[in-house]
């Protein structure tokens, strides 16, 4: 059973407005979360991570919010870009030891010009 | 430049014909693992690593083998590659374990015939 989920394969936004991307988890443990970019023909790269101590975390126009009782983030791109066209993974980790981060599945981010 | 690299980029091999992939990183982290990546599954942990001649296995590790005898390598072997082999692999490497932030590698396309 999925322990992270993404439950929107796919996302298309205009340029210019609000790209919210969401992950929910099952697993209470987690207490860090991370969200991966990926380009086609490249390995993922880091983007923005919280801990379970925060609520929200800010990078530019990168902002992740995170709701604990719900067991949801979300990843806010404002505003969005056409560069910001990609596949986007929600992984979550145990800072108390556990060495196997769990991804999502990926939201596929399409934003048009 | 600090970065994770894998060789080949591409291979097509027959099934039971004995494979690595090799991984390099130039950043001095102790933590390596790998990946795969299949359409719809999200990326899945292999075989990880917390240092030399430290390996474990991550939630899909039947197949495969690891070694560690270096820090900076991490190749990954298929000793008897299966047709449910093909898929996309990436390597990864991070200072810390879990919640780290991970480094990806391009990733590696592998068809087994």
């Known amino acids: 059973d999925q322990q992270v989920k993404q439950n929107s394969p796919s996302l298309s936004v205009q340029e210019g407005r609000i790209s919210i991307l969401n992950c929910d988890y099952t697993?209470?443990?987690?207490?860090?979360f991370l969200w991966y970019k990926k380009y086609p023909a490249e390995g993922p790269t880091f983007l923005i991570s919280?801990?379970?101590?925060?609520d929200k975390n800010e990078d530019g126009r990168f902002t992740v919010f995170l709701n604990k009782s719900a067991k949801h983030l979300s990843l806010h791109i404002v505003p969005s870009q056409p560069g910001d066209s990609a596949v986007y993974f929600c992984?979550?980790?145990?800072?108390?030891?556990?060495?196997?981060?769990?991804f999502g599945r990926g939201t596929s981010l399409i934003v048009h010009p | 430049e600090a970065q994770v690299t894998q060789n080949p980029r591409y291979l097509i091999t027959v099934t039971g014909k004995k494979l690595t992939v090799t991984c390099s990183q130039n950043?001095?982290?102790?933590?390596m693992s790998w990946y795969r990546q299949d359409p719809g599954l999200g990326l899945r942990q292999i075989y990880y690593?917390?240092?030399?001649?430290?390996?474990d296995k991550g939630d899909v590790p039947e197949g495969y083998k690891v070694s560690r005898k270096e820090k900076r390598n991490f190749p990954l072997i298929l000793e008897s590659p299966s047709p449910n082999q093909t898929s996309l692999y990436f390597c990864?490497?991070?200072?810390?374990?879990?919640?780290?932030?991970?480094?990806f590698g391009p990733g590696t396309r592998l068809t087994v015939l």
């Open positions: 690593s917390m240092n030399v001649e430290v390996t």
């Open positions: 919280i801990s379970s101590i925060k």
């Open positions: 990864a490497s991070s200072l810390l374990p879990g919640a780290g932030e991970q480094f």
């Open positions: 992984a979550t980790a145990s800072s108390g030891g556990s060495y196997i981060p769990t």
């Open positions: 697993n209470s443990m987690f207490d860090y």
């Open positions: 950043m001095n982290h102790e933590y």
